[in-house]
């Protein structure tokens, strides 16, 4: 429900709408191993914390190991509408090499992960599909922008070269 429900879209409690909260350790969040636990008792892996992070409001909650937070993030870490046209227009679809999925059929992914960077911005930021997205957070993608022409490009697990996806920028 929190990756298909418009959360700006949602009914207010106390002037705030519908928000997971996911507590992770530290090593967790770094290394990607163990499990991270919603605010509800499920259990999910960290690696999926950071991929709904990308398009849900979903605050992050980091422990020490005991129950007592170092860090509560921010909800404010997805794309924005603009940010989110910006991107549609610079990179025309899913990004990922021989995808064929436009721009209507993507989600918004942080190049480099929220929880390190701090930041949400439109060079920051790489349209891909559902599917590619779920691949992109599983496997370990390393994404860019293009230093010379600004598009999307990928190096993905077993290739030592940058490449894109033709379909939208040639």
Request: aromatic share 6%; glycine share 10%.
């Amino acid at each position: 429900l929190v990756e298909h429900l418009p959360a700006d879209s949602l009914p207010t409690n106390g002037g705030v709408s519908a928000v997971v909260t996911v507590n992770l350790d530290l090593d967790t969040l770094m290394g990607g191993i163990k499990a991270a636990g919603l605010s509800d008792g499920t259990r999910i892996s960290a690696g999926e914390a950071r991929r709904l992070a990308c398009s849900a409001q979903i605050v992050p909650m980091v422990l020490n190991g005991k129950p007592l937070p170092l860090d509560l993030g921010s909800a404010n870490r997805y794309f924005n509408q603009a940010s989110r046209r910006a991107m549609e227009k610079r990179d025309g679809g899913c990004t990922t090499p021989g995808c064929d999925r436009d721009a209507r059929w993507t989600e918004a992914h942080h190049l480099n992960p929220y929880a390190i960077s701090k930041t949400t911005d439109v060079r920051d930021g790489a349209l891909l599909c559902g599917f590619h997205h779920h691949r992109a957070h599983d496997q370990g993608w390393i994404g860019r922008i293009n230093p010379d022409d600004g598009h999307v490009e990928w190096k993905l697990p077993g290739s030592d070269t940058w490449q894109r996806n033709q379909r939208w920028r040639p």
